[in-house]
Nanobody
Framework: QVQLVESGGGLVQAGGSLRLSCAAS????????MGWFRQAPEKEREFVAA????????VYADSVKGRFTISRDNVKRTVYLQMNSLKPEDTAVYYC?????????????????????WGQGTQVTVSS
């Protein structure tokens, strides 16, 4: 089992930037994909961005394209989410997920059900 720990959240004004980190630990680390999701109060968890480990292909939600960038550091076992031009509607708890399933990485990468382990989340608040 992999443990994920997110960090980097905080309070920022609209138009500002934040970089989230998701560090993985455990005996094994062999992801097929890692992704970021977010959940605002009284809303369902929604997809933000993901990266497939084999090939490094990137996937983004339409709402964050051009503003957010997902990246990884294999040595540090860490995935990052650089968030620029933040908007009040980006306010949410941001969660990192991981899957070792090649099938899930191929067909469920934008789905909550496509991930097997999650971090505890980090709060991002964007003020207007």
């Amino acid at each position: 089992q992999v443990q994920l720990v997110e960090s980097g959240g905080g309070l920022v004004q609209a138009g500002g930037s934040l970089r989230l980190s998701c560090a993985a630990s455990g005996r094994t680390f062999s992801p097929s994909a890692m992704g970021w999701f977010r959940q605002a109060p009284e809303k369902e968890r929604e997809f933000v961005a993901a990266i497939r480990w084999s090939g490094g292909s990137l996937v983004y939600a339409d709402s964050v394209k051009g503003r957010f960038t997902i990246s990884r550091d294999n040595v540090k076992r860490t995935v990052y989410l650089q968030m620029n031009s933040l908007k009040p509607e980006d306010t949410a708890v941001y969660y990192c997920g991981i899957t070792e399933s090649r099938w899930k990485a191929a067909v469920q990468i934008m789905d909550v059900m496509g991930y097997d382990d999650w971090g505890q989340g980090t709060q991002v608040t964007v003020s207007s």
